[in-house]
């Protein structure tokens, strides 16, 4: 195996733990406020400690992967208040029988 590859395996082990966790904080916090941006889940997890800022981009790996699991949804957009520009807004799936 060459290097680039090699630490790029060793990474992704390193983070695996932390990225499933981040996942079920992303799950807590779209159950307790509702439809939110990537922007504003972001803005909680930095808030409960568990992002080292506020940037969207903590969050939106995690959104897509919830979503490619099924968890959770795209329902509308909106006006991002911090970019200005229309993002998606996220919600825990609803399931229908």
């Known amino acids: 195996m060459n290097i680039p590859s090699e630490t790029k395996c060793q990474s992704?082990?390193?983070?695996?733990?932390e990225k499933a966790h981040r996942q079920h904080v992303i799950l807590e916090i779209l159950e307790?406020?509702?439809e939110?941006?990537?922007q504003?889940?972001?803005t909680q997890l930095h808030k409960r400690g568990f992002a080292f800022s506020d940037d969207?981009?903590?969050?939106?790996p995690r959104l897509t992967e919830?979503?490619?699991?099924g968890?959770?949804?795209?329902?509308?957009?909106?006006r991002c208040e911090k970019t200005g520009r229309n993002v998606t807004v996220?919600?825990?799936?609803?399931?229908h029988e």
């Open 32 to 34: 307790e406020y509702g």
């Open 90 to 95: 996220w919600s825990i799936r609803k399931w």
């Open 36 to 38: 939110m941006t990537a």
């Open 71 to 78: 968890k959770i949804e795209a329902v509308r957009k909106k």
């Open 56 to 60: 969207r981009n903590v969050a939106a």
């Open 12 to 17: 992704y082990a390193a983070i695996r733990p």
């Open 40 to 42: 504003e889940v972001a």
């Open 66 to 69: 919830l979503r490619d699991a």
